[in-house]
């Protein structure tokens, strides 16, 4: 098992510019989760899916945040303008049963 | 919501030594997980653990749900165990929503 895939690991972009993460779960995981990191704020829930549907995006910090799950087998998060207040490591983990596995997360740096 | 506290915040070992962290919960919960994350950021499972005592080789947890607290332990402590140990919970009001505690940073002197 491949494990929770993230890409890209690291992502410096100026401020303004559009940023997208990718995530691609475990096979046969039916939940997916979008996390930030940083100093500051901890581990935060940005959203849930379950079944490629988005059931909690109230994490969400703006409109400048959305998630798509097209597929049981993808997902992005999309930053659009991006902001350097944005810099952070973004995790996305799946879960199947009560256990959540992280991807090894997206280091991002708004300039 | 539910307060997740961890504690110590910060723990300095020597190689071999042992040690026991804590995390406290506020609310009744069905779910708990220790993650440790290593230096490389990448955040590993260790226990699935919302009651009992589990044990994976050196390490190994025990949770008390009615008194609302988890401990994990760590034996013969190695360099390799350094990083950020998490504690996470997740109450019977949500079926999906994980609360973190801040974290214990771990570091394992050679």
């Known amino acids: 098992d491949a494990g929770v895939i993230q890409s890209p690991r690291h992502e410096v972009t100026e401020m303004g510019q559009e940023v997208t993460l990718r995530c691609k779960p475990i096979?046969?995981?039916?939940?997916l989760f979008w996390y930030r990191q940083t100093m500051m704020r901890g581990l935060e829930l940005l959203i849930y899916f379950n079944n490629n549907v988005p059931i909690d995006d109230s994490g969400m910090p703006e409109d400048r945040f959305s998630a798509k799950m097209p597929n049981a087998s993808f997902s992005t998060l999309k930053i659009q303008p991006s902001e350097p207040r944005d810099s952070a490591v973004y995790f996305c983990a799946s879960r199947r049963g009560d256990t959540q596995y992280f991807g090894p997360g997206t280091r991002l740096t708004v300039l | 919501g539910i307060q997740v506290e961890q504690s110590p915040p910060d723990l300095i070992l020597q190689e071999g030594a042992n040690s026991t962290l804590r995390c406290n919960f506020s609310?009744?919960?069905?779910?708990l997980q220790w993650f440790h994350q290593n230096p490389w950021g990448q955040l590993i499972n260790l226990f699935y653990i919302p009651s009992g005592t589990k044990q994976n080789g050196r390490l190994s947890a025990t949770t008390v749900a009615t008194e609302r607290y988890s401990l994990l332990y760590i034996s013969s402590s190695q360099t390799t165990d350094s990083g950020v140990y998490f504690c996470a919970v997740r109450t019977p009001g949500s079926n999906y929503k994980l609360t973190f505690g801040k974290g214990t940073l771990l570091t394992v002197n050679p």
């Open positions: 096979s046969g995981h039916n939940s």
């Open positions: 609310d009744s919960v069905n779910n």
